[in-house]
C-alpha cells in the first residue's frame, strides 16, 4: 500500500532495538513510516527523521500498509494488540516477534479470526545487519502474501521462505538459537578458564576463531552420515569424547570456575556409552537425543 505522495507504507509496532533499527530501515528506503511503542518516548529519533507516532494502538493498525510487529515475545504481542483486534480485519501483519513453532501457529489462527493476514518470521541478525542483504530472515505462512510482501521485506534483510506452516519459520529460527546459545555459551566457559589462568579474551580471541571458523567442515562432513542414521567410529570414538571431556572438566575445576556446563555435557557422552555407543562417533549421541524425545 502507498501513500497519496506515491510513497510506501509501513507501520512498526515495538521499538526496542530491533524495531527502531527496522524502522530506520524503511526510513532510509524512502517509506512513509507509522510507529507505535509503549514508551513513546523511544520513537523520537524516528519522528525527527519523518516517521509518524500513532496515539493508540488502533490508530496504528489502520494507518495503512503492513504491520511489522517486532516484540519480546507473544504474551507481549497479545497484550499490546487483544484490546485493538476491532482493528485487525483486512490488516496485513508481518510477525518478527520471537517465540514457540506452536504459538507461532496458535497466533496465526487467531489474526485470522480476526480477518487478518499473517506472515510469521524469525530474524537471523541482531539490530546491527538490518538492512543488509547479506544476512536473512526466515519466513512462513501463505505463499501469496510473501510473494506479494517480498520488496518490504527485502528492505529489512534477505528472505528465506520456508513454507505454508506459519510454525517453520519460528522452528528454523529456534533450531538455529539452540545452536547460537550453547556455542556462545561454550566460549564464554573457556574465556573464564582463559581469565582463570591469567589469558585475557583479546590474547584467545584468534584461537576462539580458528577453532569456531573450522566448524563448518565438520558440520558438512558428519551431516550425510547424521542423515544416514551412520555413525561410525573411523574418525571419532565416543570413549574418546568421554575422556576427553573428563581432561576439561578437571581442568576447569582446577581453575575454580563454574563446572555445571562440562559436567552437563560428560553425563551426556556417558549415557552414550551406557546405551552402547562406545566404539561409535560422537554424533551417536544424535541418536541419545532423540530417544531422550521418545521416552518423554
Do not use: C
Request: charged share 20%; hydrophobic share 45%.
Amino acid at each position: 500500500m502507498s501513500t497519496d505522495t506515491g510513497a510506501p507504507a509501513v507501520t512498526v509496532v515495538g521499538l526496542g532495538p530491533m524495531g527502531r533499527a527496522m524502522a530506520g530501515a524503511y526510513l532510509d528506503k524512502g517509506y512513509a513510516v507509522t510507529l507505535w511503542n509503549r514508551s513513546a518516548g523511544k520513537a523520537d529519533e524516528l519522528v525527527a527523521r519523518g516517521a509518524t507516532l500513532a496515539a493508540s494502538v488502533d490508530e496504528a493498525l489502520v494507518a495503512g500498509g503492513p504491520v511489522v510487529l517486532s516484540l519480546t515475545d507473544y504474551d507481549a504481542m497479545y497484550a499490546i494488540l487483544e484490546p485493538a483486534a476491532a482493528s485487525l480485519p483486512g490488516r496485513v501483519i508481518v510477525n518478527l516477534t520471537s517465540d514457540t513453532p506452536e504459538r507461532a501457529r496458535a497466533a496465526a489462527d487467531w489474526f485470522a479470526g480476526h480477518g487478518a493476514r499473517h506472515l510469521t518470521g524469525g530474524v537471523n541478525t541482531p539490530p546491527s545487519g538490518i538492512g543488509t542483504p547479506e544476512v536473512f530472515t526466515f519466513y512462513s505462512g501463505p505463499r501469496d502474501l510473501f510473494d506479494e510482501l517480498t520488496p518490504t521485506l527485502e528492505v529489512l534483510t534477505g528472505t528465506d521462505y520456508r513454507g505454508v506452516d506459519q510454525g517453520l519459520a519460528a522452528l528454523y529460527y529456534q533450531i538455529g538459537m539452540d545452536l547460537f546459545w550453547t556455542t556462545m555459551l561454550g566460549w564464554v566457559h573457556a574465556l573464564a578458564i582463559a581469565d582463570a589462568n591469567g589469558i585475557p579474551a583479546a590474547e584467545f580471541l584468534p584461537y576462539a576463531s580458528r577453532s569456531t571458523g573450522g566448524m563448518s567442515q565438520f558440520f558438512e562432513f558428519y551431516t550425510p552420515r547424521i542423515d544416514a542414521g551412520e555413525f561410525p567410529g573411523d574418525v571419532d570414538r565416543l570413549a574418546m569424547g568421554v575422556a576427553s571431556i573428563e581432561h576439561v572438566l578437571h581442568t576447569t575445576e582446577a581453575a575454580g570456575v563454574d563446572t555445571a556446563l562440562p559436567k552437563a555435557v560428560l553425563e551426556l557422552f556417558r549415557r552414550g556409552v551406557v546405551d552402547g555407543h562406545a566404539d561409535d562417533s560422537f554424533t551417536s549421541l544424535f541418536e541419545v537425543m532423540r530417544g531422550s524425545r521418545t521416552a518423554a
